[in-house]
């Protein structure tokens, strides 16, 4: 653990009825099919079959494997609005991937899967640790584990707190994200206030996230930690497209295949 880390553990359950607005906001800064496109690499060398994201959200990410037309996917989140709205834009876009609500971190995830994904999933450093550990249990021989973790950027290491500001319009719902954070080491609080304009009405939104980065000699320590749970990392990447998390991180794609 970092000099400047604590043992510290939380889950952040998303405000009810937010969700897809967020989703909004994704789909402008995040590059889903430049993500999919260097996992697709990687499973095509591994023989990667069947691919379940655990954290899966409103199942944009598992829904464009699907579109490569040679995986099975799968799709787990522990909040049921998700899965909800997952489950419609399945069914709208006749996508046979197989959604469910449960919690990666207690449940039994099946045996013998292939890959699995988890991205941009609101926990702390212990509980991706934790499921990191049911993972393993889950996946094949050989099989690949691909999550998310953020980098401190050393420039903004004197930036104790910013606010900044996402804007964004589709069909008619413009969306306005206020993003005010502080930071005490590397552990951040994210209080963004959404403010929704559709159907002629104005409503608001309050969120909260807690986050923790690592520094670049804290990212070394973390991957033999992860080593010693049963993997060996293969590929780390910087997430395609504009950071979803505040601009002090680095939002790092990791891989590793289950020993």
């Known amino acids: 653990m970092e000099k400047n880390s ?10 009810k009825g937010i969700i897809k607005y967020n989703d ?3 789909h402008k800064l995040l590059d889903y099919d430049e993500i999919v496109e260097m996992l697709h690499k990687i499973y095509q060398e591994n023989g990667v079959k069947t691919v379940l994201d655990l954290g899966c959200g409103t199942g944009t990410l598992i829904m464009k494997f699907e579109e490569k037309e040679c995986y099975n996917c799968f799709g787990i989140d522990r909040s049921e609005e998700s899965i909800e709205i997952a489950k ?3 069914a709208d876009k006749k996508s ?5 609500a449960g919690d990666a971190l207690n449940m039994s995830c099946g045996k013998d899967i292939d890959a699995i994904i988890s991205m941009f999933v609101p926990f702390s450093r212990i509980s991706q640790i934790k499921l990191l550990k049911n993972a393993h249990k889950a996946l094949k021989k050989g099989g690949i584990i691909s999550f998310m973790i953020l980098q401190d950027l050393k420039d903004n290491l004197e930036n104790d707190s910013k606010t900044i500001l996402q804007y964004e319009e589709v069909e008619g719902t413009k969306v306005a994200r206020i993003e005010p954070w502080e930071k005490e080491g590397l552990f951040l609080e994210w209080n963004p206030v959404l403010i929704i304009e559709e159907d002629e009405k104005i409503r608001t939104f309050v969120d909260h996230d807690e986050l923790e980065a690592f520094t670049e000699e ?3 320590e973390y991957y033999k930690e992860i080593e010693e749970l049963g993997f060996k990392i293969i590929d780390v990447t910087s997430l395609p497209g ?3 998390a505040p601009p002090w991180t680095l939002e790092m794609i990791v891989t590793a295949i289950k020993k």
Do not use: H, M, Q, T
């Not at 604590?6 to 405000?15: E, S, T």
């Not at 046979?96 to 469910?100: A, D, I, R, S, Y």
């Open 6 to 15: 604590v043992k510290k553990d939380w889950l952040i359950n998303y405000p």
């Open 218 to 220: 804290g990212c070394l």
């Open 96 to 100: 046979l991937v197989e959604f469910k």
């Open 88 to 90: 419609k834009i399945a």
């Open 24 to 26: 909004i906001l994704r």
């Open 242 to 244: 504009r950071p979803s």
